[in-house]
């Protein structure tokens, strides 16, 4: 059984066990958490889909950890007019062990 899950503007493919990278959850590490736009589910030969959303269905899974994406360097320049600037960016992530999926 996997479903289609969508969690801060961004679809995922989760089972059972899945460990997922998303964007920062409002969520301390070791809370349960619960995403309710879930797109599809696939249950063996049975599927089901949502328009958009499946109604009913949610996802369930705790916050495992939260780490960082490696820097993005952002860098500006407009020429001849010594005009140049160097910034850098790291995102914050959520790791979310994927615990069930309710029907």
């Not at 495992?64 to 600037?85: M, S």
Request: proline letters at 3%; zero cysteines; a positive charge.
């Amino acid at each position: 059984m996997y479903a289609l899950v969508e969690i801060g503007g961004q679809q995922f493919k989760v089972a059972q066990g899945d460990e997922i990278l998303t964007q920062k959850l409002p969520a301390e590490v070791g809370s349960k958490v619960s995403f309710d736009r879930v797109l599809m589910v696939v249950d063996g030969e049975a599927v089901k889909v949502g328009q958009p959303v499946v109604s009913g269905a949610r996802v369930e899974g705790t916050v495992a950890g939260e780490q960082r994406a490696p820097k993005i360097i952002v860098f500006k320049k407009k020429r001849r007019k010594g005009y140049a600037r160097t910034r850098g960016h790291r995102q914050q992530h959520s790791r979310v062990r994927i615990e069930q999926i309710v029907l």
